[in-house]
């Protein structure tokens, strides 16, 4: 087993809100930012939220370039870009029967960003509550298509985000398998944002096992832990030998009433993986294990 794991770092997120932590970088700047910091702290990825200037979610290409262009300019990390988008702004659309829908043509502009080599994604139809309001993100198998075909056509690997068993098992797979990407197929399983969404599992280290034996032949995988599930699902991962996520995206406390900021977390995790006897790679090294082209 590889003593050398990528590293992601997943700054903002499409969901939370300053109030919820003032660390948590919604601009352009402060995405780069923060960015950079992590990087030098071990980061080879960067999954990539975009929200407008009023900190609201949107897919916008044109503020996905500008914060691509501002991380570029700084550093080589990996740039991958959400089409999962977030539950406000442009992302949200009201319907006649009570529910809001994800904006899927807005998750679509997700993946013309100038300057992305991945995108995330979120083949999934679950339903995100947010306060009193459930939002319905509807992706049915015609819709993985047209998504993943938008990626293809614009050079984009693949980060395939799953959120439950099946989702590994059906589109994914049969993606996979229509030949929509090339080995090896980087896969990430979010666990533990269960109270959220329905249609997602809860992190324990039996499920979180499951989903690594249902994965296809020639995978990598990486796993996202959601809140307090983030450390135990990351040293999980690195004993099973995948990669890790961290950050605000996914998880606001570095300990219990302690507010974290994306360094804080970046740097607690490479710390424990040098006490284990593992190196974050670098961004080029993650370049090489994805299949990526070289900067």
């Known amino acids: 087993m590889s003593n050398r794991r990528m590293v992601t770092i997943a700054p903002t997120g499409g969901m939370s809100m300053k109030t919820a932590n003032p660390a948590l970088p919604t601009q ?3 995405i780069a930012d923060d960015v950079y910091a992590c990087y030098k702290a071990g980061a080879s990825i960067v999954a990539v939220h975009a929200r407008r ?3 609201q979610a949107t897919c916008n290409p044109d503020i996905y370039s500008d914060i691509n262009a501002r991380i570029r300019a700084k550093c080589d990390i990996i740039i991958n870009n959400s089409t999962g988008g977030g539950n406000s702004g442009d992302m949200l659309i009201e319907r006649p029967d009570g529910l809001w829908e994800s904006n899927f043509e807005e998750r679509l502009r997700g993946c013309d960003g100038i300057g992305a ?8 139809t679950v339903v995100d509550t947010v306060s009193e309001k459930e939002v319905v993100v509807i992706t049915t198998p015609s819709r993985c298509e047209t998504l993943v075909k938008r990626m293809v056509d614009r050079g984009i690997k693949p980060e395939w985000e799953v959120f439950s068993p099946e989702h590994i098992l059906q589109d994914v797979t049969r993606l996979i398998e229509k030949g929509y ?5 980087y896969i990430n399983m979010v666990l533990g944002g ?8 809860p992190y324990s280290p039996d499920v979180l096992d499951f989903m690594v034996k249902c994965l296809p032949p020639q995978s990598i995988w990486c796993v996202s832990g959601i809140g307090p599930a983030q450390l135990p699902a990351s040293m999980q991962a690195l004993l099973l030998g995948g990669h890790v996520r961290v950050g605000l995206e996914d998880n606001h406390y570095y300990a219990r009433g302690q507010k974290a900021t994306n360094l804080m977390l970046t740097e607690r995790l490479v710390r424990i993986m040098n006490e284990m006897g593992i190196e974050p790679t670098s961004a080029a090294e993650s370049r090489e294990i994805l299949g990526l082209k070289p900067l």
Request: aromatic share 12%; proline share 15%.
């Open 28 to 30: 352009p700047q402060e």
């Open 194 to 201: 269960d109270k959220g969404f329905q249609g997602a599992m």
């Open 181 to 185: 990407d090339k080995p090896p197929y």
């Open 117 to 124: 080599e991945m995108c995330t994604f979120d083949g999934v």
């Open 53 to 55: 200037p009023d900190d």
